[in-house]
């Protein structure tokens, strides 16, 4: 049973670093995702929406990613820090700027938006 | 009392996971940094249950697992929104009446639903909140439901909703 | 594969700059430039451990504490025009404004 476990953690030790990488990597490339929802939405409040892939899944995952690579617990226990951080704050920030917008005036667009649609129009 | 012992528990547990030297110089500086702290806090009137929200652990951390499911799938809907080919959203504005009682359970369940992608908390009035859509029919009142009944259990205790 | 996806986030940071110059609003610029910290906490911790330095996470805390702040900031900034108006009792955000208040 010990060899078992010995053994288990003979390969957590070899794969956790390539795991980690990867995982890192699809959370950069989830960043990269909202990022392009940010470019393309055509409104303040649908970008806001975009922004919050970046905040959520794409900050997680390249955490864990990193907690994977970490060399030691105290690393991990900071990667822990940012991520309840984040946690807590990314959301006040965008209902920050969602209620500036909102008292501001801003009116978001409201009812179906189609890409061909609009396209259509902008060309008659 | 309590809230304050759970302060300071927490400022030493930070203070040694964010120093990582544990000698006598760095130790007396992290016990002054934190007295300075809780005195800072005390003169700031801040050491209440909204200052040192310890005792609600147990029900957050019930609560957490089930607001990390519904981020994922929230998550998958909002990348198919972004990187289809055509744009093809439909947003809304929609006002959600709330069942949870105390302010700390609000702003968790309007922290919530911001973060979950796909939904934005605009503005909040009372017990309504005015949420902002990306697609109408994920949006109506009846989706958040749940998480306002969860919330309210998570913060307010077992008693919040009947 | 590390280095792969810090690149995949600078890139991404490029691109939000390019929102923050177009941006038709204010309040574009200030979520891109919002978004913008956050790619950057995480760019700073792949960056250290790119470089095996993992002692950079220190900086990315702090970035990620400056970034809340400084955001929040800047709204209230444009809200008011100064930075010398309590935060208590105003309009707009309902609740009890500010709980102690009495």
Redesign the interface.
Known sequence: MSDFIANLQAWFEVVRY?AG??V??A?????????????????????????????????TL??I??AL???GW??V???L??FL????????????????????G?Q?????????R?REEDSQ | MAYFLGLFVALVAFWLGMSGHYTPLLLCLGSVSVALCLILAYRLDLIDSEGSPYGRMLGFSLYFPWLMKEIIKANWTVIQACLRADLDIAPALVKVKSVCRSDLAKVTFANSITLTPGTVTVAIEGDKLLVHGLYEQDSQPEAFAEMDRRSARAIDGRGATT | MTAAALIAILLGMVLLLIRTLLGPTLYDRVLAVNSFGTKTVLALGLLGFVMGRPEFLDIAILYALINFVSTIAILKFFRYRSFQVPLTGRTGTGGQGGKRNV
Request: proline content about 7%; hydrophobic content about 50%.
């Open positions: 390539p990488a990867a890192s990597l959370g950069a490339l989830l960043c990269m995702v909202g990022t392009i929802g940010v470019m393309r939405f055509p409104d303040f409040y649908t970008r806001l929406h975009a922004a919050s892939i970046t905040d959520t899944s794409g900050a390249v955490l990613g990193m690579m970490a060399p105290l690393i226990a900071k990667l820090t940012i951080f984040m946690f807590f704050t990314s959301p006040t920030a965008s209902h920050a700027v969602a209620n500036a917008a909102h008292t501001a801003l978001p667009l409201i009812g179906p938006i189609n890409g061909r609009n």
